[in-house]
T-cell receptor, first 113, second 113 residues
């Protein structure tokens, strides 16, 4: 079935450094790729998303890039801050399911000051 | 703001008990989802629904059923709880038909003894 691989599973950076999380997907029909941030004790929240007709999208310190040919997409966080510490999940739309998402296994990002 | 409310944050049940997890959303969303979250496994889709009385199986439907009698409410049912169903359960909703942002509840942590 459809699969989303996410790397790394843990990432530790110093405040001010950049962080990059990478995902690959298997379903070539996937056309929507969101990233979610989950803080302790809360449900995941959307931080940025990209659709298949766009190669890159940026929102302040976060950006997402998509390579449809290679079936991979990445989250870039610049000038990291301690409040960026959280679990991040990538996801891809499941074509057969129409509106559902399949998620990666998550990356625990720790930003130390 | 969209609000997805899960009725119980913490539940402890015995093996063999029937368990109901309730989820209500207040934004008139057509789509509703149940995910299960386990450490190292990310979020896995159990069931979803794109309309009242409609349901579709996700990746791991075995041992679960769902009910969607009203648009705003989506229930997850464990007919006979087992210890391997100890987990965090996340409900989410989104607009139809274009796949887009999922709004998550804060989760229900179920322990089956």
């Amino acid at each position: 079935g459809e699969n989303v691989e996410q790397h790394p599973s843990t990432l530790s950076v110093q405040e001010g450094d950049s962080a990059v999380i990478k995902c690959t997907y298997s379903d070539s029909a996937s056309n929507y790729f969101p990233w979610y941030k989950q803080e302790l004790g809360k449900g995941p929240q959307l931080i940025i998303d990209i659709r298949s007709n766009v190669g890159e999208k940026k929102d302040q310190r976060i950006a997402v890039t998509l390579n449809k040919t290679a079936k991979h997409f990445s989250l870039h966080i610049t000038e990291t801050q301690p409040e960026d510490s959280a679990v991040y999940f990538c996801a891809a739309s499941i074509h057969q399911a129409g509106t559902a998402l399949i998620f990666g296994k998550g990356t625990t990002l720790s930003v130390s000051s | 703001d969209v609000k997805v409310t899960q009725s119980s944050r913490y539940l402890v049940k015995r093996t063999g008990e029937k368990v109901f997890l309730e989820c209500v959303q207040d934004m008139d969303h057509e789509n509703m989802f149940w995910y299960r979250q386990d450490p190292g496994l990310g979020l896995r889709l159990i069931y979803f629904s794109y309309d009242v009385k409609m349901k579709e199986k996700g990746d791991i439907p075995e041992g679960y059923s769902v009910s969607r009698e009203k648009k705003e409410r989506f229930s997850l049912i464990l007919e006979s709880a087992s210890t391997n169903q100890t987990s965090m359960y996340l409900c989410a909703s989104s607009l139809f038909p274009k796949v887009g942002e999922l709004f998550f509840g804060e989760g229900s942590r179920l322990t089956v003894l």
